[in-house]
């Protein structure tokens, strides 16, 4: 029970990584609330985790709605008295729209830089004010692997991302002094329903070609890093990025032609 009685938000969680977060740190003691557009959704989850022993519960969230973010903090806060872990897990692209550098139209790449930094801004900002006046508190932010690496589309998916993992370094340390840690878990391709729905499986054997681990990984494994971060384990350890993604990055850029033969010898 590494997260007992910690209450733990974690935004676009119905699906995903996003829930496995929840399932994880619910497992571990935690009284987590899913943030989630979808109430309905939300709420059958949360009810058959529940019918499991677990402690789930739920508030709206939309990320075309900036207030809804302040809001969805104030709501745990006013129910449980305060929050001691915040997991900003929602992120978008349009794969139609997010293209290369010569192909995107600059209105579609700053909406969405847009969305996905001030999901993670206004949610930190607003679960900081809290954790100050408790004690401190760890906010986690999930990002991408493609936020280190660049990919040859989604420009916009990428540049947010690497931004995103900047800011998790300054929140660390404009934070710190009010006891609150900030970390960020990159994942690399995971078998998530989104990967299944916008990436061809030719292009899912290509990219395993460049992965050293030879996998894609699970969205319990990004969850296992943030369990990590949530808990007291990680109690000295801010503005760390870490990825979660089999190696993917690591090797020369050659790896991907080289490394079935090379296994063969």
Known sequence: MRLKNKVILVTAS??????????????????????ARNLKTAETTATELNQQGY????????????????????????????????????????????????????????????????????????????????GGGSIINISSIGGLVPDISQIAYGTSKAAINYLTKLIAVHAAVHNIRCNAVLPGMTATEAVEKNLSKDFRDLFLHH????????????????VYFASDESAYTTGQILAVSGGFGLATPVYGDLSDKTYRR
């Open 211 to 226: 992965i050293p681990l030879k996998r894609i990984g699970l969205p319990e494994e990004i969850a296992a890093a943030v």
């Open 55 to 134: 402690h789930v519960r739920y508030v709206y969230n939309d990320a075309e709605d900036p207030e809804s973010f302040i809001h969805m903090i104030d709501e745990v806060v006013e129910k449980e008295g305060h929050i001691d872990v915040l997991v900003n897990n929602f992120g978008t692209s349009n794969p139609k729209k997010d293209l290369d550098f010569v192909h995107t139209d600059v209105s579609d790449y700053l909406d969405i830089i847009t969305l996905n930094l001030r999901s993670v801004f206004m949610a930190s900002q607003a679960a900081a004010k809290y954790m100050t006046e408790s």
């Open 14 to 35: 119905t699906r995903g990584i996003g829930l496995a977060c929840i399932k994880a740190c619910a497992k571990e003691g935690a009284i987590c609330y899913m943030a």
